[in-house]
């Protein structure tokens, strides 16, 4: 089999930790060709974790903006991308997840079909192809709007992809759904494999606590970005969190707050200036996993803390209506708690009065990987026998 030219394109703090291991992995195995697109999305966060795994990329965009609309975002990738594709010509474009970038890398990756041809390139071996692999498939909540816009860009990118990596069993089933049956497989979720290399780091060489975060008491760690609450939600989360830091003065709440400026305002000027609430940056990836590691419990709307919770043995509570990520829930491991003030107030309430309550949520099994997911996705790439390439979760003894 010849070498097979990959291009990963990732652009958001999520996507480049969960596509870290695939590109590591790639870059030393002899059966691949690896080029790399950071797309800028997050022109701050994604940095300190590309500086953590050790990723150099071979193309940068710059399409970031404040404030700026989806479609001028998703204009700006279709533009950039589309310049590098027609130069790289790779035979597989690998995506991660559901952000604009990942819709957009697909959806150029498609339309190379049309670039090849019209450079009259490679006619003489008919029209080039360049396949989407795309990871982390079929996570569902089937509802457009919650999460706006990621379920209709995973839904988009599952119909434009070649190979579906689905996390788990239930998120194959949601492809099989969609008539999507061809080329779907189980391999486990890749942030487990970033998580594993990031404990293992973590434990040979231990680090204190970023900006000084106390250790004096317990906390909550608490994350908030999605598009779906910015208003009215976030007041509500913000507004939850005030009532549990008065009602709770002998924890705290350790809140590292995402750089979205709709996210930035309230939470600076509802939480700012309250005694057990420690507002800070984003942090590195290392030292988030240090902060959660010590954490009493997450509070969240983040994807990739309900898959990170378990598999650390912290209970997650998810301020979302819906989760496309049902297997935390089915397992104990994760509730879902809204953004109504009352409702957030009372979840956690619930964990911090009733250490049993705790202990069963803290205890549940990790229904999301067990950090080989890398190598099952580059094995099926290559042809592999996906029967020998398959996770199978570990059942909870009764
Ligand atoms: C994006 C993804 C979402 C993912 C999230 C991870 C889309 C539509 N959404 O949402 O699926 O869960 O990333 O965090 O792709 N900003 C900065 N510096 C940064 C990053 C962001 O200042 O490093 C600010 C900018 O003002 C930017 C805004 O945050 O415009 C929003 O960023 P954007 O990527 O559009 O959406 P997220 O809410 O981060
Ligand atoms: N994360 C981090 N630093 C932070 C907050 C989150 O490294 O200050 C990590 C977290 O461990 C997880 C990922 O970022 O792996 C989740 O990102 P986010 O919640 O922004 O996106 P989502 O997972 O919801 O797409």
């Known amino acids: ?15 480049v930790i969960k596509l870290a291991p695939l590109i590591l992995a ?9 080029t790399t697109v950071f797309t800028g999305q997050h022109r701050d966060m994604a940095q300190p974790m590309m500086e953590w795994f050790g990723i150099t990329p071979h193309h940068t965009l710059d399409v970031m903006a404040h404030k700026q609309p989806l479609a001028q975002l998703s204009s700006k990738l279709l533009n950039g991308l589309h310049t590098l594709i027609d130069a790289e010509r790779p035979d597989v474009m690998m995506v991660q997840g559901d952000t604009t970038t990942a819709f957009m890398a697909a959806l150029n990756a498609f339309y190379a079909y049309d670039y090849y041809v019209r450079n009259e390139i490679d006619q003489s071996h008919g029209r080039h192809t360049c396949k989407i692999a795309h990871v982390e498939a079929g996570l569902r909540t089937g509802n457009n709007y919650a999460p706006f816009p990621e379920e209709v860009n995973r839904k988009l990118i599952g119909h434009l992809a070649h190979w579906h990596f689905a996390p788990t069993a239930t998120a194959a089933e949601a492809l099989f759904a969609e008539n999507i049956t061809e080329q779907v497989y189980v391999t486990g979720n890749t942030v487990i494999d970033a998580l594993h290399l990031t404990c293992g780091r973590l434990a040979a060489s231990p680090r204190p606590m970023p900006h000084d975060l106390p250790l004096d008491k317990p906390f909550v760690l608490i994350t908030g970005h999605r598009r779906e609450s910015y208003g009215e939600g976030f007041q509500h989360i913000c507004e939850a969190i005030r009532d549990l830091a008065q009602r709770y003065p002998a924890y705290n709440f350790i809140y590292p707050v995402h750089l979205n400026k709709h996210v930035q305002g309230p939470v600076n000027d509802m939480l700012g200036n309250i005694v057990n609430v420690w507002l800070c940056a984003p942090l590195p990836y290392e030292d988030f996993v240090n902060v ?28 979302r209506e ?7 829930i ?7 708690v809204g953004t109504q003030r009352d409702n957030v107030v009372a979840s956690v309430a619930a964990l911090l009065d009733d250490p049993a309550a705790y202990a069963a949520m803290a205890n549940a099994v990790n229904p999301y990987g067990d950090g080989l997911a890398t190598q099952r996705i580059l094995n099926i790439l290559h042809g592999e026998s996906p029967a020998a390439n398959t996770f199978v979760p570990e059942v909870k003894a009764a």
Not at 293 to 316: F, I, N, W
């Open 26 to 34: 790639l870059q030393d195995d002899p059966r691949f060709s690896l």
């Open 1 to 15: 089999m010849k070498t097979q030219k990959v291009m990963v394109a990732f652009g958001t703090r999520p996507e």
């Open 330 to 336: 089915t397992a104990g491991t994760a509730k879902l």
């Open 322 to 328: 819906l989760t496309e990520r049902p297997e935390g």
């Open 292 to 319: 959660m590691q010590h954490a009493h419990l997450l509070l969240t709307d983040s994807g990739g803390l309900q898959e990170e919770g378990p598999a650390l043995g912290k209970p997650v509570l998810v301020m």
